[in-house]
């Protein structure tokens, strides 16, 4: 009995007009934008493979001694292949980072290598997941706004109640069916998708990606299940169908297009700046005040007594001094940068010198990490967490929900980007290592290049692997489990009224 | 007979549930809209009038000395923040609100007393302010998204059923049987719908302006209420589009329930998901350099350069303040001269064609009436993407200006050798300030009605269009 009544449901949901036209709107979506997308990301990844070569060529052209590292080095985030998927913050933010051991590197100094016409930003992107999330809950709210009230208007509902069928078996076949027609339209887009991918060759999928792109089809269903729920609980609590479509796309065009926005539009205009901004400045600028007051009274007492090494070696070559500030994202940096030729006459003074960076270097160090602490803590507070409010207001809306929840899965959310500044923050680590090995501090080879440029062979690279699947999993569970959960409400309040109904 | 049936037309509309739906999601965003901007202008135009006063000031400082406004430049010119700001956002974070007209990055000095520096030049900031933005991406709460959003799904809902349903109920006969021709009916019910839904825009956009306005938050001359006028205009054309859209579908499809169907599917692609879609697909068609190649080009350009002029050659030829003009003097002058115009060209070779690419991409997603609404009221609220292009003409009329006062000044000194570029050639007396050209940047009626009227002309294209075929549908179709 169950098993026909689910085939009933199913032909009745499959050979609508509004199926076709839903299915027929949603493929040819997905396959111009998917289209679109890939171009896209192809032309991203010749870019980072360029920037990739480029800034590493640049590298060994422009640096011959240790201290021109700073800054030197160029690290570069691939583009994600699943942002066809879910473009999240993938495209869009810095993809480009420096290194060097004055600075800890983080998103705020990030630039970007692919950098287009900056007006292209006027048209936002449209990607797999926006249009499940319009078109696709659009679709689920039609199948469901006349469920019980179409039947129950129509009679059919109490014909059918005559049979020894609970209200329960009832209920349960047309979810069933109407999830199975949901299905549909997402796994031939997706496999759509997935020709597409295999088409252009371009797009090589891991393994793990498999299981995300899996993740992302199991989310899907879930959100529609949560529209189908949500039509059906407004069908059998409305006596019209015509009032409980118009019901229905109150609420569905608030969720899915309006409260989103709202959202945003209210943070970003409300959302007063913490004043910690300047306080944290100028705790950095101390630092770095304590930094060169330990610096220049190692100048005083040294042998080359009161004279700045800038003025006193006698040589010829460059040198700068970077000091990068920048209050408002707490950008700050003193790295002094040399690649001199010694004259014979300031020979006597290498020792000196020698000690002088052996000194300084160690505590830039130590300064740059003192920094970092004060940064982070302050730009947490100040941007991500402005970020986070937004998104937990959003998540009243079980779109949002699903947006974040995807994004999560691609990898493309921000946990994803800050995975790759934590690798690069980890790099630049293996870095320093890599100069304390060399004892470079106190190397000739870290200002002058008279005894020969560095070699830079056993340098250790930069590699960067996407965050593996069960992270993008744990960020992606809690809004899956909210998912589930309005689920589950839904059904269950659903069951309630359509139990207690007079047919 | 018309006004009888628009009459009965509207007290069924004030009676429905979409109707108080309406009014609460209307007033409601126009609300949020209003406290959003509350004090957003007033702080815009005192940050605007602080950059512009430390800008001439910069200039004042320079004007002691002609060489000076050589070499350094108008400084940097400010676009005029609109008042009408609230009303569209259009991208304002992407545009750059400034232009440069900057000292250039040529400078040579040499051990023998040789000093040369390059003159100014205008330059376009490219900003990529999005690097950084981790918030969620999401439209914002303007005029123009309760226009081309809400107020579009609004007229879908009010007249989804408008045909469909009395036809179901067999009243569609019963007042047919009258002697009231099909076209009346159509007029009518199109009347209805128009006159509740723009009643309520109104009120709401009316409580968003009272709120605006008694904070003092923005100030509103005859240009600025004139504009309002316009696009609450374009509001009323951008709305009769999809009430006529709702009409003809209504019309020839006879359930309500696929009539809304069709309806909305239309409404997501057509309003929601084209622009977006039209914008990346066509942005592919037209692509401009990336930075790093805009680098390497310029870095070719200055190759070429050098190959043309072998600056090292005269590195020795040091310019001196003789009259005429020394070999040395002249050589530099005309080194610099060119250096600037070919970096200056360069830059607006690439904004020009960043500018032909967006062009052409707003231009295919006109297609879509939502996208040319939000134009037409970007062009009439001065703000977004037109608004730049003009700021940017605006910004090189000046520049010519500029440079031609200079030019004007040092041939009137008859002191100065006229080579111009480096500092032994030119005039180097101090310059009036007040006979300077200072920049003004201005949003005017005219320019923005100039700019809108194509977006405009679309839109009552596509009323026009969608108001035949629902009228031949109505009339062909059976009872």
Redesign the interface.
């Known amino acids: 009995m169950f098993l026909t009544l689910i085939r009933r449901e199913l032909l009745a949901n499959l050979i609508t ?2 199926f076709l ?2 299915m027929v ?1 949603t493929l040819s ?1 997905v396959v ?2 998917t289209v ?2 890939i ?2 990301y192809e ?1 991203r990844l010749t ?1 980072y493979d ?2 990739v070569t ?1 800034h590493h060529q640049r590298f060994l052209r422009r640096t011959s001694t240790y201290s021109q590292v700073e800054g030197a080095i160029r690290v570069d985030r691939p583009p994600n292949p699943l942002s066809i998927f879910n473009a999240g ?1 993938d495209r ?3 993809n480009s980072i420096a290194i060097g051991h004055t600075l800890v590197p983080t ?2 100094d ?17 990607d797999l997941v ?2 499940f999330q ?2 696709l809950s ?1 679709l689920a709210l ?1 199948f469901a ?2 469920a019980i009230a179409g039947e129950r208007e129509a009679g059919t509902l109490r014909l059918m109640l005559t049979n020894a069928v609970s209200r329960s078996v009832i209920l349960l076949a047309k979810y069933i069916s109407a999830l199975a027609c949901l299905t549909l339209p997402v796994v031939m887009s997706l496999l759509l998708a997935l020709i597409l991918f295999s088409v252009s060759g371009s797009i090589s999928l891991t393994g793990d990606d498999w299981f995300r792109i899996g993740g992302i089809l199991l989310t899907s269903i879930i959100y529609l299940s949560a529209f189908y729920l949500i039509g059906l609980l407004i069908s059998a609590s409305t006596r019209r ?3 409980a ?3 229905s ?2 609420i569905w ?2 969720l899915v ?2 409260y ?11 959302w007063q700046t913490p004043s910690q901004l300047e306080s944290s400045y100028h705790e950095i600028e101390q630092i770095w005040e304590s930094f060169e007051r330990e610096r220049m009274d190692f100048l005083r007492n040294d042998a080359i007594e009161g004279e700045d090494l800038n003025t006193n070696i006698l040589y010829s070559g460059s040198w700068e001094a970077p000091h990068i500030s920048d209050p408002t ?1 707490l950008r700050y940096s003193k790295a002094e940068i040399r690649r001199l030729r010694i004259k014979p006459e300031a020979e006597p003074l290498m020792p000196h010198v020698k000690a002088y960076f052996q000194f300084s270097e160690p505590r830039r160090i130590r300064a740059a990490e003192r920094t970092w602490q004060i940064r982070q803590k302050a730009l947490n507070h100040i ?2 967490r ?2 986070n409010v ?2 937990n207001l ?1 998540r009243f809306s079980p779109a ?1 929900m699903y ?1 974040f929840a995807t994004e999560a899965w691609a990898g493309t959310d ?1 946990h994803g ?1 800050e995975n790759f500044i934590t690798t690069v923050q980890r790099y630049r680590q293996t870095i320093i290592d890599y100069f304390y090995d060399k004892k470079a501090f106190s190397s000739r080879k870290w200002f002058s290049v008279d005894q020969g440029e560095v070699d830079w062979s056993d340098l250790p690279r930069f590699s960067y692997r996407r965050r593996d699947i069960w992270k993008g999993m744990q960020h992606a569970s809690g809004d899956i489990a909210c998912l589930l959960l309005i689920n589950v409400v839904l059904f269950m309040t659903t069951f309630l009224i359509f139990v207690r109904q007079e047919v | 007979m018309i006004w009888h049936i628009t009459k009965r037309e509207l007290y069924d509309h004030l009676n429905s ?2 109707f108080a ?1 309406t009014t609460v ?1 209307l007033i409601a ?1 126009m609300l ?1 809209n209003a ?3 509350l004090g957003e202008y007033t702080a815009q135009s005192t940050e605007y009038q602080k950059k512009i006063s430390a800008s001439l000031d910069k200039m004042r400082s320079n004007a002691d000395n002609l060489y000076n406004l050589f070499r350094e430049g108008p400084g940097t010119l400010y676009k005029k923040p609109s008042a009408l700001s609230f009303c569209v956002n ?2 304002e ?3 750059p609100e400034s232009a440069e007209g900057v000292r250039s990055s040529f400078g040579i000095s040499s051990d023998d007393g040789l000093s040369i520096e390059g003159i100014w030049q205008m330059a376009y900031p ?3 302010p ?12 303007d005029w123009g ?1 309760i226009i081309s ?2 107020l579009s ?1 609004v007229a879908v ?1 009010f007249t989804f ?1 408008a045909i469909s ?1 009395e036809r179901e109920r067999g009243t569609l006969r019963l007042t047919l049987s009258n002697s009231i021709s099909r076209g009346t009916v159509l007029v009518s019910k199109f009347l209805a719908a128009l006159v509740t839904i723009s009643i309520l825009f109104l009120i709401a956009a009316l409580i968003n302006l009272f709120l605006l306005y008694t904070s003092g938050s923005v100030l509103l001359g005859p240009s600025e209420w004139g504009r309002l006028g316009v696009i609450v205009l374009i509001a009323f054309i951008y709305l009769s589009i999809f009430i006529t859209l709702g009409l003809l579908i209504s019309s020839r499809v006879s359930n ?3 009539s ?3 309806l ?2 239309i409404w ?2 057509w309003v ?2 084209l ?3 039209l ?3 066509t ?2 068609l037209q ?2 350099m ?3 190649e805009f680098g390497a080009h310029r870095q070719e350009m200055h190759n070429n350069l050098d190959a043309q002029y072998d600056f090292r050659r005269y590195t020795d030829n040091i310019p001196s303040r003789q009259i005429p003009a020394t070999e040395g003097t002249l050589f530099w002058s005309k080194y610099v001269t060119e250096y600037a115009k070919r970096e200056e060209k360069l830059s607006e070779e690439h904004l020009n064609a ?2 032909a ?2 062009q052409l ?1 707003r231009s295919i ?1 006109r297609i879509s009436p939502a996208s040319s609404v939000r134009y037409a009221i970007e062009s009439m609220a001065g703000t977004g ?1 037109t608004r730049h292009v003009q700021f940017l003409g605006h910004v090189r009329r000046y520049g010519n200006e500029f440079r031609t006062f200079l030019i004007e000044t040092d041939r009137a000194d008859p002191e100065s050798p006229h080579a111009i570029g480096p500092e032994e050639g030119t005039s180097q007396k101090p310059v009036r300030f007040e006979s300077i050209p200072k920049f003004e940047d201005r949003v005017s009626f005219s320019g923005a009605y100039n700019a809108a009227v194509t977006d405009i002309l679309l839109l009552l294209l596509f009323f026009a269009v969608l108001f035949a075929s629902a009228y031949l549908a109505f009339v062909r179709v059976e009872v």
Request: charged share 10%; hydrophobic share 50%; proline share 3%.
């Open positions: 007009f509004r036209v839903a709107v979506l111009a934008n679109v997308l171009a896209d032309r870019s360029t920037a480029e913050l869009r933010l810095g998103l705020w990030t630039r970007s290598h692919s950098a287009d016409n900056p007006f292209l930003n006027l048209f936002s992107s449209v926006l249009i319009v078109i659009l039609l706004h006349d169908t015509a009032t479509l118009m019901v796309m109150v065009s608030t297009l309006i989103p926005s709202l959202t945003v539009f209210t943070v970003n205009r409300f994202t941007y991500v402005k970020a937004a998104k959003m949002a947006d921000f980007i | 549930l979409r739906f999601l965003l949020v406290i959003g901007y259009g991208g974070a992407f545009i490219q900003s990529n999005n690097l950084w933005n981790i918030m969620p991406d999401y439209t914002n709460t998204d959003i809400v799904l809902l059923d349903s309500s329930s696929t809304l169907t069709i909305l599917l997501t692609v929601v998901l622009p977006s879609t914008g990346a697909l942005s592919g692509p401009t990336t930075s790093d960043q500018i690419q967006i991409a997603t993407f």
